[in-house]
């Protein structure tokens, strides 16, 4: 069954450092999605990408944030200069069909970000 | 953000038996729900949805149910299995905004042999 893989599962950075995770969506999927869970609270929505361009962020999602897919098949979420607070679980979604839909995000298992 | 809550942080159950899982929202304007399972060291994987357009989606032991003037969904799963130990997590989103998900809070279920 195809899935949604991230790397690194854990990225451990200096505060101040810039990171970047990494995701791989499922092939014909078409909107993709960013949530983080800070150790304790839920799970929070960052950022929905449809179309190459950005469809809505949460006001976690501030210029320190940017979201790219540079290639067919890679999605990738850039923290410029990590804070001790970005520390969390950081989740990759994807979905097939347009804005309009049904059909559930699938996620991948994450990547932990630990900011020192 | 409260507009998705999960009361029972955690439940416990005999294999064999029926869990449910409950849900609150407070935004009428969701309109497609979802429960997600979700084991340590992995990410949420999708159970089961149902639109607000149904009252009840089935999908073998999983049944959800939603009542939309009480603003409450919730989970049944017949029978418990020791395999269904996991957090499961409800979400909600709005299909027209782009399907972004609003998530409770999880409740922990433990499925005793």
């Known amino acids: 069954e195809p899935e949604v893989t991230q790397t690194p599962s854990h990225q451990v950075t200096q505060m101040g450092q810039e990171v970047i995770l990494r995701c791989v969506p499922i092939?014909?999927?078409?909107?993709f999605y960013w949530y983080r869970q800070i150790l304790g609270q839920k799970v929070e929505f960052l950022v929905s990408?449809?179309?190459?361009?950005?469809?809505?962020k949460s006001e976690i999602f501030d210029d320190q944030f940017s979201v790219e897919r540079p290639d067919g098949s890679n999605f990738t979420l850039k923290i410029r200069s990590t804070k001790l607070e970005d520390s969390a679980m950081y989740f990759c979604?994807?979905?097939?069909?347009?804005?309009?839909?049904?059909?559930?995000?699938?996620f991948g298992d994450g990547t932990r970000l630990s900011i020192l | 953000d409260q507009q998705v809550k999960q009361n029972s942080p955690s439940l416990s159950v005999q294999e064999g038996r029926i869990s449910i899982l409950n849900c609150d929202y407070t935004?009428?304007?969701?309109?497609?729900f979802l429960w997600y399972k979700k084991y340590p060291a992995e990410g949420p994987t999708f159970l089961i949805s149902?639109?607000?357009?149904?009252d009840k989606n089935e999908d073998g032991r999983f049944t959800v149910f939603l009542n939309k003037s009480a603003k409450h969904l919730s989970l049944h799963i017949v029978p418990s299995q020791p395999g269904d130990s996991a957090v499961y997590f409800c979400?909600?989103?709005?299909?027209?905004?782009?399907?972004?998900?609003?998530f409770g809070g999880g409740t922990r279920v433990l499925v005793k042999p």
């Open positions: 092939s014909n999927h078409l909107y």
């Open positions: 979604a994807s979905r097939t069909s347009g804005p309009v839909s049904n059909q559930p995000q699938h």
């Open positions: 149902i639109s607000s357009i149904k």
């Open positions: 979400a909600a989103s709005i299909r027209a905004a782009g399907n972004k998900l609003t």
């Open positions: 935004n009428s304007m969701f309109d497609y």
């Open positions: 990408f449809y179309n190459n361009e950005i469809s809505e």
